[in-house]
């Protein structure tokens, strides 16, 4: 008599009860993560992310709110995520050069297996304006303090304290706003490997990074700034 019970009111109630809510919210949340990344905030619905999640809206609507809640959840969740595959391949212990190309290369291999993350991070966040744009700024800060920290490591293994002073958060957002340009077009040309990808990244950035650290940087000459400077002076 009781499987005839468990029968008649169908076994999907009694599953929903059992899991815990943490693995729920991440059913629904990768799920939400495909529909939108497939489809873009506006087009993607509910009922689609229902059906995908094999959870009733109403559920969807208890756990993580409505459409715009939602999304903002996945925004939030994707951008912690790729912060954490990126210091979690970072040994502070290696020379500066290997810590930076391990995260490099740990950033790179978060996008290759999570192409639709990427998808939702930067070309559906950052189009929405707000509260999502607050959402993606959010997640690009933590990136930035993540590989400000490196460099000030760099710098210091080197022992060029003044380095590191007012120069690494605005060199850590350079570095991130080049991974990201780098990463969206890989979005367009998916034959080119993680690790072609990394080293590109890496050749860009460490060959001047290198220098820095090790306290040798660019001025220009005294032909160069007068020529910036007569120039300043016609323009106005």
């Known amino acids: 008599m009781t499987d005839n019970r468990a029968e008649s009111n169908g076994d999907r109630p009694a599953r929903a009860k059992r899991l815990p809510r943490a693995v729920r919210e991440r059913q629904i949340l990768d799920a939400a993560v495909a529909v939108f990344s497939q489809r ?7 009922d689609e992310i229902s059906e995908v999640a094999g959870i009733s809206k109403p559920m969807i609507y208890a756990y993580l709110g409505a459409k715009e809640e939602l999304f903002a959840a996945c925004i939030q969740r ?13 040994d502070e212990s290696l020379p500066p050069r290997e810590q930076l190309w391990r995260g490099i290369q740990g950033f790179f291999a978060f996008v290759a297996d999570n192409r639709d993350s990427w998808r939702v991070l930067h ?9 999502f744009a607050a959402e993606l700024t959010a997640g690009r800060k933590r990136a930035i303090s993540v590989i400000g920290l490196l460099l000030e490591h760099a710098a210091q293994a080197q022992g060029v304290g003044s380095f590191a002073e007012g120069q690494t958060e605005p060199l850590a957002a350079g570095l991130v706003g080049a991974g990201e340009s780098l990463a969206d077009w890989w979005l367009d040309h998916p034959e080119e490997t993680p690790k072609a990808m990394s080293g590109r990244l890496m050749n860009l950035v460490w060959m001047g990074f290198g220098n820095l650290v090790q306290g040798t940087g660019w001025r220009p000459s005294q032909a160069e700034d007068a020529g910036l400077q007569r120039s300043d002076e016609v323009s106005a």
Do not use: D
Request: net charge negative.
């Open 40 to 46: 873009g905030y506006h087009a993607a619905s509910m």
């Open 78 to 90: 994707e951008a912690t995520r790729l912060v954490e595959a990126i210091a979690g391949v970072v």
């Open 123 to 131: 070309r559906q966040a950052g189009t929405q304006g707000e509260p």
